[in-house]
Nanobody, 123 residues
Framework: VQLQASGGGLVQAGGSLRLYCGAS????????VGWFRQGSGKEREFLAA????????LYADSVKGRFTISRDYARNTVNLQMNQLKAEDTAVYYC?????????????????WGQGTQVTVSS
């Protein structure tokens, strides 16, 4: 299923931003939902993931301690709170759902992506 990412924008270095991932017409149940990003001229990379049912989380080392992934049952969204943003965090951010953490980590094998949201961090 293709998900929609939103909440991006322009922020100064050191600032914060909160991204939202939703599935129109569908409710998360036993999904594992992850966040990814692709900077200009770079490969798409995995950032973080969460188990919707259990709440277990997984983070890439590059964002551990700065980014926090969470569930919002009321809004049926998976959110990514980004703090202490750096210029190198500038990228288009995407979200995706799958059946396990391992499947989400296989970024290069994923063929379908939903609409991403642009995050620009000014230095």
């Amino acid at each position: 299923v293709q998900l929609q990412a939103s909440g991006g924008g322009l922020v100064q270095a050191g600032g914060s931003l909160r991204l939202y991932c939703g599935a129109s017409g569908r409710t998360f149940r036993r999904d594992f939902v992850g966040w990814f990003r692709q900077g200009s001229g770079k490969e798409r990379e995995f950032l973080a993931a969460i188990s919707w049912s259990a709440g277990n989380t997984l983070y890439a080392d590059s964002v551990k301690g700065r980014f926090t992934i969470s569930r919002d049952y009321a809004r049926n969204t998976v959110n990514l709170q980004m703090n202490q943003l750096k210029a190198e965090d500038t990228a288009v951010y995407y979200c995706a759902a799958d059946s396990a953490f391992g499947a989400l980590r296989k970024v290069a094998e994923r063929r379908q992506w939903g609409q991403g949201t642009q995050v620009t961090v000014s230095s």
